[in-house]
């Protein structure tokens, strides 16, 4: 079946910096996604992007489907911001999730 | 109110027991699904339903059993419930495959099998 790799695992940052989170994917596929899973366990979702580049707010997506890779930029990092990323792709009749990226954004 | 809902939010239960877990939907989605999620992993999909009566299994089925009771509800069984059970579980809902806006999250029902 098709692999999903996030990149790095964790990642610690202090408040105001910037990162890019990476998703790498093994097959072709209809859809991406890219959620923030909080301190509650809740799922958030982020950006819908299969391919082209999204913005909202100090959060931005890159999906080059031909590359098979997604990026997700988070700048101006907040405290809020911790939690888990996960990339998610959907392939055949199911979402296929990474193992996520644990973000901690330092006061 | 929640798009996706998911009943209970938090459940303990003992092993050998069957317990049911609900998910409703006010989208108007076809296709539903249930993924269950452990610590420190990503989620993995246990079974999903593209339309009342059809049922499908997922990367996880063993141990578990679905029903499609309508449109908007899809509810997951534990027949007799193991501790290596215990995970959050999440249904989640999409339009035609999730190719228009994504796949809808519910906000997990936190399972533990003492």
């Known amino acids: 079946g098709i692999q999903v790799e996030q990149s790095p695992p964790d990642l610690i940052l202090q408040e105001g910096a910037n990162s890019t989170l990476r998703c790498n994917f093994s097959?072709?596929?209809?859809?991406l996604q890219w959620f923030h899973q909080n301190p509650w366990g809740q799922l958030i979702n982020l950006f819908y992007?299969?391919?082209g580049t999204k913005q909202n707010g100090r959060l931005s997506a890159t999906t080059v489907a031909t590359e098979r890779y997604s990026l997700l930029y988070i700048s101006s990092s907040q405290t809020t911001d911790s939690g888990v990323y996960f990339c998610?792709?959907?392939?055949?009749?199911?979402?296929?999730f990474g193992a996520g990226t644990r973000l901690t954004v330092k006061p | 109110d929640a798009d996706v809902t998911q009943t209970p939010r938090n459940r303990i239960t003992k092993t050998g027991k069957r317990i049911m877990l609900e998910c409703s939907q006010t989208?108007?989605?076809?296709?539903m699904y249930w993924y269950r999620q452990d610590p420190g992993l990503g989620l993995r999909l246990i079974y999903y339903?593209?339309?009342?009566?059809?049922?499908n299994k997922g990367e996880i089925s063993d141990g578990y059993s679905v029903s499609r009771q309508a449109q908007a509800k899809f509810s997951l069984s534990l027949e007799s419930a193991i501790p290596n059970q215990t995970a959050l579980y999440f249904c989640?809902?999409?339009?035609?495959?999730?190719?228009?806006?994504?796949?809808?999250f519910g906000s997990g029902t936190r399972l533990t099998v003492v």
């Open positions: 989640a809902t999409s339009d035609t495959g999730g190719r228009n806006y994504g796949y809808t």
């Open positions: 097959d072709s596929v209809n859809n």
């Open positions: 992007i299969p391919s």
């Open positions: 998610a792709v959907e392939f055949a009749n199911d979402m296929r």
């Open positions: 989208k108007g989605h076809d296709r």
């Open positions: 339903s593209f339309d009342v009566k059809d049922i």
